[in-house]
């Protein structure tokens, strides 16, 4: 006989993984933001559980969750603490959008431009010794594209241009960590590209 699951099945499994995602979005922004900070007692489990309305097994996954992102570390004897900024790990996806919220995005903006004059121009020069034909291909479409709608550079479709067209470079480069910080730091700029439009 076929396998079906019944909606309460579903559904449950969804509100619980929601409630998870919700429980990380929330602890780890209040981390980010200094709402929670180190040195200072954690809630417990049970009262998170409450405040959230999850089970233990939901808030130890989100702090387990949290921990990989070096925002807390989860001891026996001590507990659950507060990591400082310096252990986060700044190039996870949700820390970056969580650090762009609590923050001015002028100064988000800085240390994005400020990692990105460090990295392309040196990524450049390895993408000019070991580019492929198929490489420099990839770099004169993305080009090609970015000179078309060069003219409003504040769409999504000129920001994804500006972005693809670094990207090319980073992969002729040929070296995978310089591949994945750049993909990083785009995901970075082309949220902080959409949040300050929404803003101003």
């Known amino acids: 006989p076929m396998l079906t699951l019944s909606p309460t099945t579903l559904f449950g499994a969804n509100r619980k993984r929601n409630l ?3 429980v990380v979005e ?11 900070r180190p040195g200072d007692p954690f809630p417990n489990e049970a009262d998170l559980g409450r405040e959230f309305g999850a089970s233990r097994s939901v808030i130890r996954e989100a702090v387990k969750s949290l921990a990989a992102k070096g925002l807390l570390e989860s001891r026996t004897r001590t507990g659950i603490r507060v990591l400082p900024p310096g252990q986060w790990n700044l190039l996870d996806l949700d820390v970056l959008g ?8 002028r100064a988000f903006f800085r240390e994005l431009f400020e990692i990105r004059r460090v990295i392309e121009p040196e990524a450049s020069a390895l993408a000019a010794e070991r580019a492929t034909a198929e490489d420099i291909a990839a770099i004169e479409r993305s080009f090609a594209v970015m000179a078309r709608i060069e003219a409003d550079n504040t769409t999504d479709e000129a920001i994804v241009a500006d972005l693809d067209f670094h990207r090319a470079i980073l992969a002729a480069a040929h070296n995978d960590l310089l591949l994945q910080m750049g993909k990083l730091i785009g995901v970075g700029l082309l949220v902080s590209y959409r949040l300050s439009m929404d803003q101003y």
């Open 26 to 36: 929330a602890l780890g922004s209040r981390i980010v933001r200094g709402d929670l």
């Open 98 to 105: 969580w650090r762009y919220a609590a923050m001015p995005p």
């Open 20 to 22: 998870f995602a919700h």
